[in-house]
């Protein structure tokens, strides 16, 4: 099987496996586990922050985020194709009572003058505009990054309004390879940062969250309220540690050979301007009188496994676990549906 569906699908690997045998661990609630805060230091590090939490997801990451910048009442930009507003549950409103407005996009990026046209003066009719999100790279946009100066555009309208800046980095690591820039450059202008050690990276589990000690720890009383306080959790942490270390560089790999898919499909004739594609993951559209959805059954038959998207969109994610075989089965399979 060719799993294109998403880069979590991927099995730890063996020196993970090692990484995670080795590991000392300690009861990471009362703050005991070394590999934990190894793990908790070394990310600070990455993304030129104070402090760092370790939370079981990115969808659990971006919800303290959310909820330790935010009163209940208030409200949050962000663009309308983002992870936090559309695939996580409806959690803002759940968790933290604060109102989405978000920004149609084409690539999942905005400026600071759309943002001008939404934020509201200080009224009591108006909900008190509060926060904005952005997401680097862009999942929905089929993995989009933002430019640094992008982001620091964004941070200088923040500072004039007042307002707080999260950036939802679940795949920084394959901006920063495909932009060729440090985390740095663009952590350094949000309030906090989410990151996931369990997409491109390759482990198992573990998203982190990243600010300054202070709201770090609020995350940490957050974090406990939603029941995601964990114990020897360092065995997992040594896996993000291990990923850190070894599978970041090789993501350019994933960008290559998600590139190859793209252009192959746009020769084949699938709606995809492959120049557009900047990481690893890959939207097209399946042509005329064809259907996503049967495109998907007729790709398990083959073998190969990806996601319908959107309205007769695809979406394929390359990863760890695919290799140059498994990409040219791919396009094997996709020539083969356009003329069964
Ligand atoms: C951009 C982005 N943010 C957050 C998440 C949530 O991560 P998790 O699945 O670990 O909750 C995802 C998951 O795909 C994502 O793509």
């Not at 020897?232 to 896996?239: D, P, R």
Request: glycine fraction near 8%; charged fraction near 25%; charge should be neutral.
């Amino acid at each position: 099987m060719v799993d294109l569906r998403s880069d979590t699908v991927t099995r730890p690997t063996k020196g993970m496996l090692e990484a995670m045998v080795h590991a000392t661990v300690g009861d990471d609630v009362f703050g005991d586990d070394p590999t934990v805060i190894q793990l908790q230091e070394k990310v600070a590090d990455i993304l030129g922050k104070e402090d760092a939490l370790f939370v079981p997801s990115g969808t659990m990451a971006n919800q303290i985020a959310i909820k330790i910048l935010t009163n209940p009442g208030d409200e949050v930009y962000c663009d309308a194709g983002c992870h936090l507003m559309n695939y996580e549950s409806g959690a803002p409103s759940f968790l933290s009572g604060v109102q989405l407005r978000a920004i149609s996009t084409e690539r999942g990026i905005f400026n600071p003058s759309q943002l001008d046209e939404l934020i509201r003066p200080n009224n009591i009719h108006f909900p008190p505009s509060k926060l904005v999100t952005i997401e680097n790279t862009h999942n929905r946009a089929g993995g989009t990054v933002w430019s640094v100066k992008e982001v620091e555009d964004i941070s200088n309208f923040c500072k004039n309004f007042n307002l707080l800046l999260h950036l939802d980095g679940a795949r920084i690591w394959n901006a920063a390879v495909a932009a060729n820039v440090k985390v740095k450059e663009w952590t350094q202008y949000a309030d906090t940062v989410t990151v996931c050690f369990s997409k491109g990276l390759g482990a198992p589990i573990g998203s982190a969250i990243v600010s300054t000690k202070e709201k770090i720890q609020d995350a940490r009383r957050i974090r406990k309220r939603l029941g995601g306080g964990m114990r020897q959790v360092g065995y997992l942490a040594a896996c993000a540690i291990y990923a850190l270390d070894h599978h970041r560089e090789r993501l350019i790999e994933d960008h290559i050979r998600a590139k190859r898919l793209a252009e192959a499909l746009e020769t084949l004739g699938y709606t995809i301007r492959s120049k557009d594609v900047q990481t690893n993951i890959v939207i097209f559209e399946v042509p005329e009188k064809k259907n996503n959805n049967e495109l998907v059954e007729f790709g398990k038959k083959e073998g190969v496994l990806f996601t319908a998207f959107g309205k007769n969109k695809i979406r394929l994610v390359t990863h760890l676990d695919v290799n140059d075989d498994g990409i040219e089965k791919a396009i094997h399979m996709f020539k083969k549906y356009l003329v069964h």
